[in-house]
Every structure is written in structure tokens, then in C-alpha cells.
């Protein structure tokens, strides 16, 4: 693991999550630019000292320089964002398989040169939209893709959040403080969580967006980032869009949900009820599918790991992530294919995708209009 | 009343309302253009066939022709859109209140119109933007009036429907067939519900229109009006907003429904749960606000008829424009004040201020782009 | 009216839901004992002062009196439960129709009375057991009629309430003051609201009571009637039941509620959320049912106003016991047959199995076990 | 661990939650009295080898052989009902710390002898009723025990499930196939489900049984255990309960929850939406507490993961009792006092309490009354 130390919230969600099935375990780490601080967190994960680094240019070349079935099979990257492409391309070019956080990259240039290095280095490299791990997310692409709703007409994918509604960053609040320093996030709310909406939507419709416009704002006075965007979409196939997020929503928690209408049926899903799908056609009642049942289809149930009606939250879906991935990666070293359901993760495709997305969304923000948002990231 | 005969949904909508509290009855008609429809409805309605007329204009002058006492007070129009503005002007000019179904007219012109022949003829004109009736509606207002939720940052109302998702106006469905006629209705979805949108919005926060990016789609192949319309507002004071309305999102019935967030709370509120109105600020429980309580401000309980736990819902809410604009035009044939809740209706400048909103909306979307917004009625 | 003077919540209501459908007109009344108090009640309703009577007896008599076509058609009785069995016979030995609050009787004597006085009059009577006038209860009730839930099992029927969690009886509160009078009220919560329970498990499930075990407790000290009833049931044919009513559930309103358990299905419902019914099955999704759409069963839609997603609540449940009671009376008047919905109302049949169950379950409380509870009411 | 081989479902559980927050590993096991099966579960966990043992009593022997530092610190059992009491006690015996699966044992003396057990021998013992592990439980307990409701009147408790509506026992269903069997689980609903109830209720008020009246069935033919349970409760002190368990109830999932009602306010608390707790007063809104908040008492915050909006769930409040048993062992093992919040688990008495509770309702069904209640465990 590269970032994560002592105070870090997603490093310590990232490490629940590949532990909580058996699969994986972490070995060595960089968890800090501080020495210090990363030699306080090895030692609180009980690590072979000899394996906690003080920078992640020493761990990806003294990793790569340990005997075969020594080394770390993979490497996490948890940092702020705009570390993730020198963290991530230094493990590439090591021959590392990398899980990394998302937003990808703070810089398009960067997402696109991180997906060239993927391919020719031939890492698997899985970005942890986490939200697309959930069960009954998985069963809303399924349906939508077996034409359950029809074609789909109208997307609303909500991220609202309101823990940003004051300048908290000027208050010591350690999360808050980098993720509204343009320099280390990129962007605000678009970047944070908006990106996670745009990734939803797309991975549940399958749709490729065609045209944006958003409202990008600032609400909070003194912060240089954006902590509310609200976009009006277009998808390639005459499909239209509503995507909102914001930090500044008091009240809201972590409400991303998505509304999907076809021309048969539509779909909601809400994150913070994460084991039920609502399924709407026509004229019939609307069904309440629950995560853990026999009825869903086979995606699903592969997800899962309790019985129905003991719920399954945030980490089993962040730990999805890990575990598609990571199976991915054994097969990769053991040199086999690996299973069906296996490959179903974020790729650094869909990473370059999701940082187009932010800066085009925050162009559209300036120019006050619609703006082309066609793109396809070099393979 | 004019309008309203056999079949007619809303006309019988209205009559329920104004029945509901017994301080008013139906003694006329002009329920029809066919005179034979017309004299059924009446019957129907066990009414004195000699006020039951074949034509608005000669029940306009033929109860004006009556003595003081036995003519009807006001009358309520429950037309097709379209003929709302005739009918009002022909009442309005004999000296009659109004009490009329939205939007209030088809062109921008009329809704001016009608603005300035009610300020010269004195007259009460009441427009049946029913949402606002509902107690925790106006708990809502005064709460944000009061300033529980600091100053409003962002609203997020919604309007989607699914009952016309598919060509059903070719069916022979009869409310389907004038509210997707251009002619007939004016505009389509906007013209329907997202008029009842943006008065939901406005009604509660205050908040006027500053400038709007709408994006107007009609899906249904053969129809030639919008039925989903996805906004993004600026409000005048930096508030920023998302309107959406949807007449083809199958699985929705009538979930008009609104987030307010401010700098200090938030308020949020569903049509198809009306008798909770939740309540958030940024560090504490969520509070949920219940119909029927001693805790409510004034005009929520004033506004209210049962015991908390005893659900009312939308004819209540509707029947509240009714009772309150009955009082105003009782005050007033009395010569007397109204009461200090009796004016809470909504009013013809609001009802121009809806169309002016309409037409906005659909200039955005022809011109893909922000517009003005800004508009104030003639008084 | 008899019963229903000024601040009586319960008499407001039936006059509301006796006017929602403009079918019935209240045109006379003995509204309090006090004849002050009766004629002010009489003058707000507008009624002719010469039949607004200082007693039942007087109004009964003198409406009796009137020449055919001028007197009432039927008579409803809004007082504390005691007077309801003396209003009741004179009515009907004056011939007269009656609708009727509940429970019925504080004696089961007067209630078996009330029976034979019915048949032996001839005469329709209508209980307002109001719940079950709710269209998704009669949805239910159909469903597990025709099968969709196979045998029942188990019965669940709760109606907490909270509002006599303190001793508000002592302060003045009117409607506290005698529903927590032994003497005019007969039993606590078991009499005002156990009832109901019992009587919508009964119309939902068709199922008779075999035994009963009650645990019957007053919480609030001072008061001398019960304010908490839990119980067990055995159901003949072997189905189980929970049943339990409270009025000293702080935070519960009135939230009347059941489920129903069958070897192929269940079914839920809230009288708080009154438009949708639960129904689930042992290998599917769950059904989310919702009034005023067309696959609903054709008791559901005929018990319906609105179409869906404008929701309906307690008052058009109310009117729905008013309207079938009015038009088999109507029928009878004329001499003609209801319709197939018409006569799905309430009866004093039903009635005076309430009254027995109420004594029955105060019974085993005071015994402390089983009690048998199997009753059948004279014809 | 002993128990939990292939194709358990509960000893899965138990190694997620335990591995959850990397403070603890398995490291040996007695999975199946089927060697094989034993050997083959402890590959798939990549255990040693010579530490997957073919018998609890060969691993309780040779791992009590081991130096100090290799041995196992406790073990966990998570076997059939009617094994649990010779496993425990074989561990014990050998000086061993004890994580158990509930109900703790099939037979009350066993239950009693175990609770000598656990004092002769001085080691730690908890049980996992896995529902008290849930933050917004222990914030429900911290807010009765300091007063927020005032003195407990009422509680309501439920364990409704669907799962063996028929007869899956005789389909080769495994979970079904023990949990049904008199021999191995001791009782059906009311020892599978209805002891997590009463040990829920007991948690969170702190209430002890007076008496009780159960109603024990068995639905399913053929099947020679109870598979519903209602129940009539009496407290001491005064407070009344229903608790009722079911397995019949199709449409159920696991649906735990309890509502709590005092003399000042209640609660209300459900496990398919364990982020949220309830909190009503007698004269104010509904105030939703949620998970992951700073308005929160200690010791949720304490037993909690993630931030506001992230949902926690089942394995997480599975996971407290691990950690928290855990860190009071650790604390233990080092001849230290655990931490505050450590020693926050169901213990011994616990266990014997939920077994006394199990024979007296079955007892009270086969009396069909009232039975005394009171237990107190040795010590």
C-alpha cells in the first residue's frame, strides 16, 4: 500500500476491504511522505519493519529488486490524487499490478499516459469506483443490459453530500484540507464524487455521454474549489441526463442513488439502503428486489456474501473491488483466464474516462453552455 | 363552474375540494361546450337546470343578470388550458371572482392580460396551484421564512410522472388527448407539472428566477410536445437550482417532491408521503415534522383538519386554495378584511409568473443555452 | 346527527366524509344534551333551526313525524360510546336508517339487542369501523380472498397510539376526558382502538376468533381504564395472531397496521402510508401495490377517488363506509337492489362481535390466561 | 475455530467478522467431525496443516501442548446448537478463552455448568448475539440507560423470518436440515431467533422477565420443532412486551427490530436499516439518529467504522463482539484491564439467561399461561 497512514480515512477502508474475505494480505507499505509516520503505521499493522519504506520510489524498486513469490503481487494506492500517477506509474514500470483510488489522475495527460503504460507493461490495474461493487447495483446493470427497462431514456444520478457546507478545511479537518486544495484534489465535488455519479451511471447503462452542461459553484466563501456542480446530459443514442452532486447539501450523508427510465420499465437504487432495487414497468406493481435472494441474476448473487436480510454495506462493495481484481491478478501471475465474473472492476479506461469527464464538465462550467463530451481513452 | 363534465378528471377534483368543508356549493354550470353534456353533469350534480348553461358566455351574463344573493359568488374554471382566458375574462368582466385551474393561460400575453382586468375589476382571482396547499408545504415556507436553514443555497424539485411514457393520446384517453394537443395545453410537460414545479420552489423559498439552461425533449415518437423537461436554475441572490419534470419516467406516478438546502439546514418533502416534512441541519438528528402537531407553526396547523397520525392528502391540500380563496371572496362581497391565513392562495401575477416561466424554458431549449429569467407580473 | 356539538373531533369527520361525494346531505341534527350548544352547532352548519333538536328523543320523534320525502333518511350517531345503544333504538324503532360510530355498545346485552331491533325493523346499519374503507384494505382482503397468499398463518394487527401517555384527561382535554370514562366509554384502548384492530384483521382475513389470551395494563396512575392491551390469538382453523393496541406509545400516532402471513404469501400494510400495500411471496421480489392503478382488483378501484400518485387518506376511507352505507339505503328507499359494492360497509353484526371481543379480552385479563372467544351475533 | 466447514454458513461469518479489523487470525481449527471435510476447509484458509485438527478434543489437546506464544489465545465455536457445551468445556478444561455461537446450549444444565465453568477456570467467554454489536443498539441502550425515555412502559420485539415456510428440511437444505432437529438445536424459532430477541430487548432496556405466556407452533407438518412463537411478557418493574418469532412469515427476511416506549420518549430500532435509530418524544418531531455522527454517544461512535453516509452492517456489528471479546482477551493475556468499551459482549450468564428463557417459553406453550420468568445465572 502506498498512502494510508495514521488518520487517513480510505487507506484504513481500503485495508478492511481486501481483508474481509481471506484473499489477500497486506505485506508492505509507504504510508506517508513522513518516515515517521509511515513507520507508525506498519508497526500498527504488525509489518515486517523491513518492509515499510519511507517513500514509494524506495518500496516499487526494492519490492521489484525481491526474489519471485517474495514480492508484493499488486500495490494499493490510497494517496491524495495528484500522487496517484508518479505512485502508479512507478509500480507499472516496476511490473507491479496496481488497485488504485479514484479520481484517477488530477491531469488528463496523465490518465492517458497512465492507460499507455498499462498496456505496455501488460498490469492489471483496477480503479476503485467502489460504488459499482455493490450486489444490487450489478443487478441493475444485468437488467438493464437484458433489456428488462427497454432503452433507456432518462438517467438521474444524484451525489449529495453535506459535510462541506462549512470551511471545515480551515479548521484543521485533515480530509477536508486536501480535498480542497486544487493542487492536491484537482477538483472539488466534481472530482470527489461527482466522478463516482458520472461511473454509475455508465456502469449501470452502458450509455457513453454525448454533450454536458454544467453549473459548477463554489458556495463556500475562501474555498478555490468547487463544492457544487449540477449538469444537464446528453448520451450518444438520444438518451438525456441529470447529474448532480454537492458537498454543501446539509443534511445529506453520502446519497448517491440513481433513477434509470426505459421505455418498458425503470430502476432505483440508493446507496445508504444499498440491498434493495426497485423495479417499476408499466402497469404492474413495482418490485423491491433484496440483495441475497435466488431470483437475481447470477452477477449478484456471485457479489454477495450474506444470507437476505442480513445487510450488506460499504465495505462488502468496496471489498468486491478488491476481490474481482485481485482474483484477476492471481490468474494473471498463475498465467490462466481468469473467471467470468472475475474481470467485473473499474479499469484505467474508465479512469480516463471519469477525468475527462471532470475537466469537461468544469469547461462547460466556464463557458456557461454545452460542451462536446464524446471521448474514448486510448486502450 | 366552467368546464368540468362528464369524465373530465380535474373538474370533479375541484368539486370534492370545495365540498369538503361545507362553506361552499355549487348552484351553476357551464360543465361543457356540447350542451347535452353540459345538462347531464348537471343533473348529475342534482343542480337546478336552469343554471346549468350551454355556454360560458351565457352563464357569465345571464348570472350576472340575477339578483343580489341568488347569483353564484365566484366561479371556478376547470377547462382545457386554453380556454382559460376567455372564460376569466368573461367572468372577471361581469364582476365575478375566479377561481382557475393552471397554467393560467397558453400565451404570455393573456397571463398579462388577465393581470391587469383583475386589478381593474377588483376582483379575487385564486389559481389552483394545488401543491402549495398541503399544511406541510406551508410549514416548510415558514420555516424558511423564519430563517431555520439560514440562507437557501440550492433547491432540487422534481415533477416525474410515467403515464404518458407511451402514445396512449392515441388510445383515446381523454386527459391524454388535450394535454398533449399544443393548442389545447400550450406546452406539454412544462406546461402541466413543471409549472407546479417551479411554483412549489418558489412558493417555498421566495426565491425568484434569475436565469435558466432547460433541455426539452419529447420521446414518444408522433408526439408534438415536450414530455420531459431537465432545468438548471440560477435564482436571484446566488441560489442555484435543478427542476426536472418527466411525464415518460415509467414507474413514477405523481412524485412531486423538493430539497431545500440552506447554509445553516434543510428542509425536503414528498407529495406522496405529504404528511412528513423532514428537517436536517448540519450537526444534529434529522428531525421529521408531522401533519397534526402542536409543535407546527400556526399556518400548517390552521391549514390542517385531522388529528396528527390521521392521514390527509391531496384533496385536503386542494381543497385548502378553496377554502382560503372562498374566505378571501367572502371578506370581500362582506366588505370586510380576511383573515390573516385567508389570503395564502396563489394569484393571478403568480399565474404569469408561471407562464413567463413556461415560455422561458422553452426558448432555453430551442436556443440550447441560459436565458434570462427574470420576469415580475403586471398588479 | 345525533352527537357531533361544537369541538367534538369525531362528528366533524363523518360530516366531512359524509360531503366528499356531494351524495348526502346533513339537514338536521341533535348535536350535544345541551341545547345551547346543539343549536350554535346547527346554526355553523347552516341548518334550518327547526330541525335542530335539544334531544335525540325529540328528534326522532319529529323527524318520524314529517310527511315522506321531507324527513331524514338516515340518522348518524356521534356521541360517546354509551348513548350510542339509546339513539340507536329510538331511530330505529322510529324507522330509521342508521349509521353508526364505534364500538357499538359498552354492554354485549345492548349490543345483541341492537341486532334483533335491526331485523326486526328491517332497517340498514352501518358501523363506522373506518379503516376498512381504505381501498388497498379492501385490495387485501380481496387478494387473500381469491387465494394469492394460500391459507393464513399468522396475523400481526397493531394500532399503537401515544397521545394518552399522560394524564391529559385531568387537563381539560374533552376527547381524553371521556374516552377515559368507564362509564361512557365502556373500555380504554381496548374499546377505542383494539376494536378497530380487531375488526380490520377480521374483514382483511375472514378469520374468526377461537381463543384469546389479553394482557391488559392502565400505565397512567389515576386513570381507571385500560390504556395498553396485548394479546395472543388462536383464529379458528388453526391460524395464530398477535395482536396489540396502546395509547401510551409515545411517537406512535395512529398507526394502525397489519400483516398477514399464508403458506404462499403475505401482505402489509400502514394506515399512515395508506395508498401502498406489501405483497410478498416465497421465491419473488417483493410487490409494492398502489392505489388508483388498473391492476388493482375492481373493489380497490371502486373504493377509489384519485388517480395514482395523488394520494388518498383517512377521510376518503371514511367517506368510502358513508358512501356504501348511503347508496344501500338509497337502494332500499327505493325499493331496489344495492350494487355489488354497495353493501360492503360495517353491520351491527359486526358490531356486536367488537363488543364481545372487547369483553372477552378485558375477561382473560382479569383472569390472567385463555379465554375462549368464539362468538356469533343474532341475525 | 471448531466447527464452520464447507458449506456453513455462520462459521463463514465468523471468520469475516474476526478477520475484519486485522487484530486477530485463525490459525487451527476442528472444522468437521469429518476429517476430511476438517482438512479441506483448512486448506481453503491456508492453514498449517498439523494445526487442522480431525476432533475438538485432539485440538483442544494438542494446541494446550503448544509453547506459550504458539498456542491459540481462544477459540471459536460455531457448531451445531447441542456441541457447543462439550466443545466449550473441553477448551476451558484446557485453559482456554471462548468465543460461542448461540443459543449457548440445549439443555439448561449445561448452560449452568458452564457458567461454573467459565469462573472456576477464570477465562473470558462471550457469545455471539451478534444484534447488541450494532452501533445504533448500543446508542438505543446508552440513551434508555441515561434517562432519555424516562422509566420503560412498553417493549415491542420482533424476529420475523420466512425462510422455513415449508419444508426445505426435507430437500437436502443444510442450514434448514440441523435447525430443525430437536437433537441439535434444542428448540426452532424460539432458540434459533427468539433468544436473539429477548437478548436484544434485555440489551437495550436492561429490563429482567417476571413472567411470561408463550404461544408455541409448529406450522410446517411434519416438522418436529416450533417455527413461530409469540409471547405476552411481563417485566419486573412493571413494563409489558410482546416478543414474537417467527419462521413461517414469508416475505421476511431477518427482519430483528424492537420499539421501546417510556414515560418520556421511545425508540425504534430496525436491523434491515441498522444506520438508523428512532428517537420520539411526547411532544416534538421524530429525531433520526444516524450512524457515524458526532451527536452520537460514545460508545457508538466507539463500535463504529466509517464515516456518516458509508452504511455499516451486519459483518460490522458481528465484528464488535469479535473485537471487543477480543481486546478484553488480548487484555487478559497480558495481565492487563481491558478498556471501557472492551468488555462490551454477551457473556456466560447472558448465554444461561437466553437458555432459561428458551425452556420456560416452551414450557409456558405446553401449559398454554402464564409462567414465572425470573432466572438468575450463577456466577
Redesign the interface.
Same mark, same amino acid.
Given at each position: 500500500m502506498v498512502g494510508g497512514g495514521p488518520g487517513a480515512?480510505i487507506g484504513?477502508?481500503h485495508?478492511?476491504a481486501a481483508?474481509?474475505?481471506?484473499e489477500m494480505d497486506i505485506v508492505a507499505g509507504a504510508f506517508s511522505s513522513n518516515a515517521d509516520k509511515s513507520r507508525q503505521q506498519g508497526a500498527e499493522?504488525?509489518l515486517d519493519p523491513g518492509r515499510v519504506y519511507s517513500s514509494y520510489q524506495e518500496m516499487a524498486e526494492r519490492e521489484a529488486a525481491l526474489p519471485d513469490g517474495d514480492r508484493i503481487d499488486f500495490v494499493s494506492i490510497v494517496t491524495p490524487n495528484h500522487v496517484h500517477f508518479p505512485v502508479a506509474k512507478a509500480f507499472i514500470e516496476a511490473g507491479f499490478h496496481v488497485v488504485c483510488d479514484k479520481p484517477m489522475t488530477t491531469t488528463l495527460e496523465d490518465a492517458e499516459a497512465l492507460c499507455r503504460l498499462v498496456s505496455a507493461h501488460d498490469v492489471v490495474f483496477a480503479l476503485t469506483h467502489n460504488y459499482t461493487g455493490y450486489p444490487m447495483v450489478k443487478q441493475a446493470r444485468a437488467m438493464v443490459n437484458s433489456g428488462k /427497462?427497454g432503452t433507456v431514456?432518462?438517467v /438521474?444520478v444524484e451525489y449529495p453530500? $453535506?459535510?462541506l457546507?462549512?470551511p471545515i478545511e480551515r479548521e484543521g479537518h485533515k480530509q477536508a484540507d486536501w480535498r480542497t486544495d486544487p493542487k492536491r484534489a484537482g477538483a472539488g465535488a466534481l472530482g470527489d464524487i461527482g466522478s463516482h455519479a458520472e461511473n454509475l451511471a455508465r456502469y449501470i447503462t452502458g450509455l457513453e455521454l454525448e454533450a454536458l452542461?454544467a453549473?459548477v459553484?463554489t458556495?463556500v466563501e475562501g474555498r478555490s474549489i468547487d463544492d457544487?456542480v449540477?449538469?444537464?446530459v446528453?448520451y450518444e443514442g438520444g438518451a438525456?441526463?441529470?447529474l448532480?452532486a454537492?458537498q /454543501?447539501? /446539509?443534511?445529506?450523508?453520502?446519497?448517491i442513488n440513481i433513477?434509470v427510465? $426505459?421505455?418498458?420499465?425503470?430502476l432505483?437504487w440508493f446507496?445508504?439502503?444499498?440491498?434493495w432495487l426497485?423495479?417499476?414497468?408499466?402497469? $404492474? !406493481?413495482?418490485?423491491?428486489?433484496?440483495r441475497?435472494?435466488?431470483?437475481l441474476t447470477e452477477v449478484a448473487k456471485h457479489n454477495s456474501?450474506?444470507?437476505?436480510?442480513? !445487510?450488506?454495506?460499504?465495505?462488502?462493495a468496496f471489498a468486491n473491488i478488491y476481490v474481482n481484481a485481485g482474483r484477476t491478478i492471481a490468474a494473471k501471475l498463475a498465467g490462466e483466464e481468469p473467471g467470468a465474473f472475475d474481470t467485473d472492476f473499474p479499469t484505467v479506461q474508465d479512469g480516463a474516462y471519469g477525468v475527462h469527464f471532470i475537466f469537461t464538465a468544469l469547461e462547460s462550467g466556464r463557458q456557461?453552455?454545452?460542451v462536446d463530451a464524446r471521448y474514448s481513452a486510448p486502450v
Open positions: 480515512f484504513a477502508v485495508r478492511k481483508a474481509l474475505d481471506g499493522l504488525m /427497462i431514456r432518462k /438521474i453530500q $453535506g459535510w457546507a462549512t452542461c453549473d459553484t458556495f457544487d449540477n449538469m444537464l446528453h438525456r441526463g441529470v448532480h454537492s /454543501i447539501s /446539509i443534511g445529506e450523508e453520502n446519497n433513477r427510465h $426505459g421505455t418498458e420499465g425503470s432505483q446507496q445508504e439502503h444499498p440491498n426497485h423495479f417499476r414497468t408499466l402497469d $404492474g !406493481p413495482e418490485h423491491v428486489y433484496k441475497g435472494n435466488d431470483y456474501r450474506l444470507p437476505f436480510g442480513h !445487510p450488506e454495506a460499504f465495505l462488502e456557461r453552455g454545452w
